[in-house]
């Protein structure tokens, strides 16, 4: 379900369900809340939003292209964010086709972490395995703001603690997103 907000006089898309697509954590106060859709205000602790990402700093709400912008959580030597834990429980379903046979396969998702076990007459192998793991919004806690990390594959989400993300986010990001760490830290400490 879309939802939508007023902004400069306007109603413009923000979101879709508790995920504000459109719609950055600090810009949450520049749109006023339209009858029957959520209000980013006061519901924000039920909401994800939308990435600071340096070069849409001159992007106003619901003006973004890629709803679903996410940023790639790798070390800087480029190897895959192993070291976060989601649980061997925490799988995923991500849906196989092939078109021209009709051929559907629902295939568990490890989110990288392994290959799903198949029956005596398949069998499953990488063929150039990509990165799995994001950070895909910001969700405000009574904690804090906190990252949301999602397998890019099945969608599956998780909320982690900063200091579980920070060693896979680079450069400017990294920068921008210590200010929601430090606030949470200030929090902590008051």
């Known amino acids: 379900m ?13 979101g879709t369900c508790e995920d504000m697509y ?8 520049k749109v006023s809340k339209l009858p029957g859709n959520v209000d980013p205000v006061s519901d924000a602790t039920s909401l994800r939003f939308r990435l600071p990402f340096p070069d849409e ?6 003006g973004y ?20 834990h989601i649980g061997e429980d925490s799988t995923g379903i991500i849906q196989l086709t092939h078109k021209d046979s009709g051929l ?29 793991l994001v ?15 999602r397998c890019r594959f099945c969608d599956h989400a998780w909320r982690f603690d900063w200091a579980d993300v920070f060693p896979y986010v680079q450069g400017e990001m990294r920068a921008r997103l210590r200010a929601y760490a430090e606030a949470e830290d200030k929090a902590v400490a008051a």
């Open 57 to 62: 700093d001159n992007i106003q709400p619901g």
């Open 22 to 29: 459109y719609l950055r954590y600090e810009d949450r106060f």
């Open 104 to 132: 559907l396969l629902n295939v568990p998702c490890h989110h990288g972490q392994k290959l799903p076990e198949v029956g005596p007459n398949m069998k499953a192998f990488w063929n150039g395995k990509g990165h799995a």
């Open 65 to 84: 292209e890629e709803y679903n912008r996410y940023e790639r959580l790798y070390a800087k030597d480029d190897t895959e964010c192993r070291n976060i």
């Open 2 to 14: 879309g939802e939508y907000a007023l902004y400069n006089h306007e109603q413009v898309k923000i």
């Open 135 to 149: 950070l895909s919004a910001i969700r405000p806690t009574e904690e804090g703001v906190k990252p949301i990390v």
